[in-house]
C-alpha cells in the first residue's frame, strides 16, 4: 500500500503540470494560421486585411485600402503576444489588440474594449 501512495504522490504532479503545460502552449497553435476580412475605413470603400500568424510568435498584417491608394499593399511585421484571450501586435505606433474567437480575431479599440458598432471587425481564419 506504501508503494502505491508514494507512486501516487510522484504520478498526480507530474500529470497535472503536463496538462498545464499542454495546455498553455495550445494558447499559441489556436491562434496560429492566416485571417482575412474586410474592415471599414474613414475615406475609402474599405480596408482588405490578410494577417497571417505564426508559430514562432511572429506576424506579417498585408492592407489594402480598396478605392485608394491603387491597389497597394501595405504590410506590417513584427511580434504578437496572447494576454487574457486577447491578441496583440507589437507594433511601433501602439499595439492593436484583437478579441481571440474561435475561427476569428476582432479588433478591438485602443484600450483593448470591443468596438460598439453595426459595422464589421472581424478577420475570419481561412487555414
Known sequence: MKKI???LKVTIPVIVLFIFFACKSDA?????GVYEGELPCGDCIGIDNKMTL?????FVLETIYRGKGNGKIFRKTGKYS???EQLILNVKKSPF???IGDD????LDIDGNKIESELNYK???QE
Open 5 to 7: 501512495k508514494k507512486k
Open 28 to 32: 499559441y497553435k489556436d491562434v496560429v
Open 54 to 58: 505564426k508559430v514562432d510568435k511572429t
Open 82 to 84: 496572447v494576454e487574457n
Open 97 to 99: 489588440k484583437y478579441q
Open 104 to 107: 476569428y480575431i476582432e479588433l
Open 123 to 125: 478577420l475570419i481564419k
